[in-house]
């Protein structure tokens, strides 16, 4: 019988893209074991503490360059850590051990356990500032929707692109004060409001399978390091996703700019994983788990 040969790095790669599930699933498995306990911080941490264990038995050399806190904030995931066993390629990985902590802390469903990983250098270094944002699911030409355009043409472009109606387009958005001229634009132009009082991970993840969750496209301002996460997990399982830094303020343009990011438009791309577990009761996505070249 003859032998087949499997290049070292694809089969590194094909180990992550299972290994980081099992980072995933065993911070979301410890978090769950305090859903409905009201303790936010605890389950926070029970998900980072396994979150670190699992990552340091992964064959990278990997730098956490979007964590759960800085330096001085250990014991958390923090900004620039060290994790791996050194032995493999260099990584950047993105982390939240439990997004939405208020929704597992009430038993309520949409926490999730996430993580993202990209090539050494790749993955943007996004300060902890809002972002703007907008994503659809895979399956449409390039720019259907469009950041800088009304909610309504974007509504209007979408629906036309699906072949349907207005009335059948349904938008999710967090559910803030900020955002209430942005929902009546998207009520005005005849679609529904799906909102989310936290998660907008998993939000964005949703328009990727729209006939099973129900969601077309996600809109609004949110977390920048949050939105990260968001689109890598778009750029492994399919969908279009644009985003923009919101650094109104010196302060925040001179966070921006000591964690290198000289043009807040800028585009990377390189080979990404990313995984996702839900830690809800009735989780509204499944486990997932991909990688793109």
């Given amino acids: 019988m003859a032998s087949i040969t499997v290049p070292h790095a694809l089969m590194l790669e094909r180990i992550l893209s299972i290994e980081i599930v099992r980072v995933t699933e065993r911070a979301a498995v410890r978090a769950a074991r305090l859903r409905g306990r009201g303790d936010e911080k605890a ?55 439990l997004e939405g902590t208020t929704l597992c802390a009430k038993n309520m469903p949409g926490a999730i356990a996430t993580l993202a990983m990209a090539e050494g250098g790749t993955l943007l270094h996004a300060p902890d500032t809002y972002m703007d944002k907008i994503a659809v699911g895979p399956g449409y030409a390039k720019g259907v929707v469009d950041l800088d355009a009304p909610p309504e043409e974007n509504i209007r472009n979408l ?94 343009r001179e966070r921006a700019a000591k964690m290198g990011i000289k043009d807040p438009r800028k585009n990377t791309r390189s080979r990404t994983w990313c995984a996702a577990t839900a830690c809800s009761p009735r989780p509204a996505s499944p486990t997932a788990a991909c990688w793109t070249a």
């Fill in 159 to 252: 629906a036309r692109a699906k072949g349907m109606p207005t009335e059948t387009i349904t938008a999710m958005i967090l559910d803030r004060p900020r955002h209430a001229d942005l929902i009546a634009a998207v009520r005005r132009a005849g679609a529904s409001v799906s909102l989310i009082t936290d998660g907008d991970v998993a939000g964005v993840i949703h328009t990727a399978e729209p006939d099973k969750t129900g969601i077309d496209i996600y809109l609004g301002i949110g977390g920048a390091p949050e939105g990260v996460l968001a689109a890598a997990a778009l750029r492994c399982i399919g969908g279009q996703m644009q985003c923009r830094l919101i650094l109104d303020t010196e302060e925040k």
């Fill in 43 to 97: 389950a926070d941490q029970a998900a980072v503490d396994a979150m670190r264990r699992e990552l340091n038995n992964l064959p990278i050399d990997g730098t956490v360059v979007i964590g759960e806190g800085e330096m001085d904030e250990a014991p958390m995931l923090f900004i620039g850590e060290k994790v791996g066993t050194k032995a493999g390629f260099k990584v950047d990985i993105a982390v939240d051990p």
